[in-house]
């Protein structure tokens, strides 16, 4: 869009949520989305960022400063690529693109490629490639050709802020009305209303709320069931392999639901693993996820919508739980470390990894140097010992584990799983320009973000209750069995069935990575073949070793197949 007679021009992927607050505070009448971001930059300049929700990608150009403004949303619900050469900068909102001009080299980062190993040390402004960075949510570029690119935060989530109420049920009323806000202002004005439904209660809050604000008009639903071919294993006692039952029950409540069965395909396997490395510039951390879901998202766009409500973000604000054991607390934190362990036996959750956060750096070390302990790296990567020495794998997880000390150590977990999720946001939301379908995630809204890391603890976890907001909030629109439900759904119940089936593709690409020469300084091939070779009988056998076969073969065969995609020999 151009404006301002011709000064600036203003590029803009995504959609508004509080377009219409935006309308009457600028005095405008019906606007589409980029004249409201037009006129909000006019205005306020980039302080304006501040008062746009939704999920957004911004380049704005001034001709006669020549000075270049790029920003994304705050909760990761657009990402933006770049790379900067002397007086030029080149951009786009996934990375293939930027390759087509000659000036951006095509040339991997060994250090990073190692780092994506490993979920703890993804340096997310970083990609695989060197020279190209991805803002990260809430980071605003400002660029002219004399002053070079210089990166800020426009915003953050302050873990001092707090919210306070005198009873119980007002944090369950203001939880609801934000719940309906964002849900709300998300919703498409035409076209179909679409949302994924599983049997838990955040695609499931989502899709009852949209079908309570809709009225008359109806939402379709889509979940995923097993793959029909395939044997799964026993089901234990705390998943829920098909939850097709709960998503029902659901929809039986509201009668505008359209309920849709997709049955799990490994049909689009190879193209689906191949075409998701050209969007975000690193390798997928998992193997499967993106063809378990391909069926929904195909089925959707087949249907006419053109976005479908998902609740990725769901964990991290309204259905979060208080009950942190992975970061390392000071001493000073152990009464709140042993209140933490007494919830978490309420909840017949195991005790001792909340005790066990205390032993001293100086054990941990010496356990892992014992015949049979290793790093905890080597128990998760495939990585290479030398590769993972040169990025120092030892000093990113004792970081990666200490999370950030401004915020107390009861919210410092919460913290960092909203920050993550929100740039995690990121990758997915590259996905839609492949499946046609853009994902929408109104429990990633930075408002609601911001209330449920202000509210207390205690609302999210208390003796014998997880999950305790969510469950009070959802209480008015989600079913008994939904709301009591205390198992987790399994997503890909039938993940050995179908790395048996593409056993040979396995062992293939394990023949391309050792025939690249990065491909074997960072993966540990001949670990990697021993799995291979040492492959279970059944699905029941599997399922204990899915940490082995999944997060060490299957990851490790990931990153390597990124690898050669990038030098061009798996196109």
Same mark, same amino acid.
């Not at 998503?247 to 396997?269: D, M, N």
């Not at 950030?404 to 799983?417: F, K, N, P, Q, V």
């Given at each position: ?237 705390? %998943?829920?392999?098909?939850?097709? /039952?709960? #998503? @029902? !029950? ?9 309920? +849709? *069965? ?117 128990? %998760?990567?495939?990585?290479?010992? /030398?590769? #993972? @020495? !040169? ?9 990666? +584990? *200490? ?169």
């Amino acid at each position: 869009m151009v404006c301002a007679d011709g000064r600036h021009m203003l590029a803009l992927e995504g959609w508004l949520a509080n377009r219409d607050e935006l309308s009457a505070a600028l005095g405008l009448a019906a606007v589409t989305d980029d004249a409201i971001v037009a006129q909000v930059l006019l205005r306020w300049g980039s302080d304006g960022l501040l008062r746009l929700h939704g999920d957004f990608a911004i380049a704005w150009w001034d001709a006669v400063e020549r000075r270049l403004l790029l920003a994304t949303d705050r909760t990761g619900g657009r990402a933006l690529f770049f790379h900067e050469a002397p007086g030029r900068i080149f951009f786009a909102n996934i990375v293939s693109p930027l390759f087509a001009h000659p000036r951006v080299p095509r040339e991997l980062d060994p250090e990073m490629v190692a780092r994506a190993a490993f979920t703890a040390s993804l340096d997310w402004e970083k990609t695989c490639f060197r020279g190209i960075r991805q803002l990260l949510p809430g980071q605003l570029l400002d660029w002219s050709a004399a002053t070079g690119a210089r990166i800020s935060r426009y915003w953050r989530l302050d873990p001092g802020r707090r919210v306070r109420f005198r009873r119980d049920d007002d944090y369950v009323e203001a939880a609801r009305d934000l719940l309906d806000l964002v849900v709300g202002e998300a919703m498409p004005h035409d076209g179909l209303l679409a949302s994924m439904l599983s049997g838990g209660l955040d695609s499931g809050g989502i899709a009852a709320t949209a079908a309570r604000l809709a009225g008359s008009r109806p939402i379709h639903t889509f979940t995923v069931r097993p793959d029909p071919a395939s044997p799964l294993p026993a089901c234990g006692p705390g %998943h829920i392999q098909d939850e097709w /039952a709960h #998503a @029902q !029950a659901t929809a039986r409540l509201h009668p505008t639901i359209v309920a +849709h *069965a997709v049955p799990a395909s490994l049909e689009s396997f190879e193209e689906t693993t191949r075409s998701g490395f050209h969007w975000a510039g690193r390798p997928p951390i998992h193997l499967l996820p993106a063809t378990w879901l391909r069926g929904a998202w195909t089925q959707a766009r087949s249907l006419g919508a053109a976005s479908i409500f998902v609740g990725l973000s769901g964990n991290a604000t309204l259905s979060a739980s208080a009950l942190p054991n992975s970061l390392r607390p000071k001493w000073r934190d152990m009464p709140e470390a042993l209140y933490a362990a007494a919830l978490a036996a309420s909840q017949d959750m195991p005790v001792l990894p909340h005790l066990l956060a205390f032993t001293p750096q100086w054990l941990r070390d010496l356990r892992a140097r014992l015949p049979h302990g290793a790093p905890i790296w080597r128990r %998760h990567t495939a990585l290479r010992e /030398a590769a #993972a @020495q !040169a990025i120092d794998m030892d000093g990113i997880w004792r970081s990666f +584990h *200490a999370g950030d000390s401004a915020a107390s150590w009861r919210r410092r977990a919460r913290l960092r799983l909203m920050e993550r999720t929100a740039v995690a946001r990121t990758m997915s939301t590259c996905q839609h320009f492949r499946d046609g379908i853009e994902r929408r995630d109104p429990l990633g809204d930075v408002r609601l973000a911001e209330f449920c890391l202000a509210i207390p603890p205690d609302q999210f976890t208390r003796l014998g209750h997880d999950r305790f907001l969510a469950r009070r909030v959802l209480s008015d629109r989600l079913p008994s069995e939904v709301l009591a439900e205390r198992r987790s759904g399994v997503q890909i119940a039938e993940w050995f069935d179908w790395a048996s089936r593409r056993r040979d593709w396995l062992a293939a690409e394990l023949d391309g990575i050792e025939a690249s020469a990065l491909g074997r300084e960072t993966i540990d091939v001949p670990r990697l073949r021993s799995i291979l070779a040492d492959w279970p009988a059944d699905a029941n056998t599997a399922e204990p070793r899915y940490g082995e076969l999944m997060n060490l073969l299957g990851r490790g065969v990931a990153i390597g197949s990124f690898i050669r995609w990038a030098e061009g020999s798996n196109i």
